[in-house]
């Protein structure tokens, strides 16, 4: 399972990296230690605390006010798997964005929960990127 850094998950949650640190200090998120004494996060932890963070589970006002353009970049979600197509939710920031493709896509990008992905949005179709 793919770990992150307090940096990385700032990032993909739109907050500074003190932010994550107050609430990895506070127990709001489990964090643990690497061989060179970085904290870092689960993937698991951070997807499930990421939609915790976009549904207002947060009294912080550190999330930025921005123009989302056309790529959010965040965490997946849920993969949910059919015969022949796949639904992905990536929460990017305050953004839960679905995405409904082949399970074959799904397969190839090796998508799972706790990864980080791209949501890429044309008109109406959303496009995943695997980072």
């Known amino acids: 399972m ?5 940096g990385q998950a700032a990032r993909l ?4 990296p003190d932010t994550v640190r107050r609430w990895a200090d506070a127990g709001r998120v489990a964090t643990h230690r690497d061989e060179a004494g970085r904290r870092l996060i689960d993937g698991r932890d ?10 207002g589970g947060t009294e912080d006002e550190d999330t930025p ?7 959010f970049p965040g ?8 015969d022949v197509a796949a639904q992905v ?5 305050p953004h839960r964005l679905v995405s409904l493709l ?14 980080r992905a791209t949501a890429r949005v044309k008109s109406t179709s959303v496009h995943i990127d695997r980072v």
């Open 2 to 6: 793919q770990s992150y850094t307090i």
């Open 13 to 16: 949650l739109g907050v500074s």
């Open 46 to 55: 951070l997807a499930a605390f990421s939609i915790e963070v976009a549904q």
């Open 65 to 71: 006010y921005t123009s989302a353009r056309n790529a």
């Open 75 to 82: 965490i997946v979600t849920a993969v949910k798997l059919g």
């Open 89 to 93: 939710e990536i929460q990017a920031g």
């Open 102 to 115: 082949t399970r074959e896509a799904v397969e190839e990008l090796g998508l799972e929960v706790g990864m």
